[in-house]
């Protein structure tokens, strides 16, 4: 594993399914999701091998309680002292207090999420803060919470608006253009919280799923909600 920069305090770490991404402030790191549990070691290497210490990692946001998004949290947190954040909603799911919701699936979709539950289950894993809509993050220069339901019940899109760049967890997908994402436990409001993130008019659009878009951003992001 290694990091991809995609500009200059931006980076993505890759996974077999899903992906993170590391942002970089002038003293701070801030993880966007945590990928499969066990790959600490390999995030923490990762983080190295691009000239950046990982003991400056103050925060992970998670985006949603999916396990390719929540499985190295709490080692990484406790590794370096960092907080774990999350929305309101996804925090009991993420702590294992309450069970993943179910999502409704497209025929064309269950294969796809048969090959999702190949990733390890994530442990239950601490939330140090729960955020709503709206809440500052306390990076980026006024990194900024956006609750987009649908996904999940309290699925979380990051915002920075100094930079350009969203981070939308799955209710976008980058797959061959930027579309709608899958999975969703309700469809016709994981599409209302992709309509609200095209009106932010990114320039730097991050998925969970697929490549970042640097390019003509607002305008793709725009069509695919048509």
Known sequence: M???????????????????????DDEELTLIDAGWVGAADEIETAIRGAGLDPRALRRIVL????????GSAQELADRFGAQILAHRLDAPVIRGEAPVPEPVLLDWEIPLYEHGLTVPEAPPTR???EVEDGDALGFGDGAVAVHTPGHTPGSLAVHLPGHGVLFTGDTV????????????????????SMRRLAALKPSVLCCGHG???TADTARQLAEAVG
Do not use: K
Not at 63 to 70: E, K
């Open 63 to 70: 985006t949603h309680c999916h396990r390719d998004h929540v």
């Open 173 to 192: 997908a980058t797959v061959q253009g930027v579309t709608f994402g899958v999975f969703h436990v309700d469809r016709e409001r994981a599409l209302e």
């Open 127 to 129: 939330v140090d803060l």
């Open 2 to 24: 290694e990091l991809t920069r995609i500009a200059p305090r931006l980076h993505m770490l890759r996974f077999s399914v899903g992906q993170a991404y590391l942002w970089r």
């Open 211 to 213: 490549a970042p878009v």
